[in-house]
C-alpha cells in the first residue's frame, strides 16, 4: 500500500469513530494512535513502514519543534496523543492533521 492509502485508511476509521484518553473507545472508536496501530496490526506493517505515515503526521502538527519529528519513538507517539487528547480537541481537527499529511505524502 501506498503512504497515502495508508492514510486514509487511518482517517478512514477516524471519522467512522473517534475517542479521546484511550487507544480504542467503545464500538469502533480510535484516538489517533489507536487508528495509527490498527491499521499497523490490520496490514501487519513494521516499525519502520510505519514511520512512513508518522512522520507526516508530525510534519503536520501545529506547532513542532524539529525533535519531534525526529527524536524517538516514544516522543513521537507522545507528541500525537498529546494533539489527540488536547481539552477541546474535536474530530474534525483531527481528521484535518491527517489531511494536511496526506498532502506532503501526495507530493
Known amino acids: ?4 492509502q ?5 482517517r478512514a476509521l477516524l471519522a467512522s469513530g473517534w475517542c479521546q484518553g484511550a487507544y480504542h473507545g467503545s ?3 480510535f484516538c489517533l494512535v489507536g487508528a495509527i496501530r490498527e491499521v499497523q496490526r490490520r ?10 505515515i508518522v512522520f507526516p503526521l508530525l510534519r503536520a ?7 519531534v519529528a525526529w527524536g524517538p ?4 507517539w507522545g507528541r500525537l496523543v498529546q494533539f489527540n487528547d488536547t481539552p477541546g480537541m474535536t474530530r474534525k481537527r483531527v481528521l484535518q492533521l491527517i489531511d494536511r499529511a496526506l498532502v506532503e505524502v501526495t507530493k
Open 73 to 76: 519513538a516514544s516522543v513521537s
Open 6 to 10: 495508508l492514510l486514509q485508511e487511518v
Open 1 to 4: 500500500m501506498t503512504d497515502s
Open 27 to 29: 464500538g469502533a472508536r
Open 43 to 52: 496490514r501487519d506493517l513494521s516499525a519502520a513502514e510505519m514511520t512512513r
Open 61 to 67: 502538527l501545529p506547532i513542532r519543534r524539529s525533535f
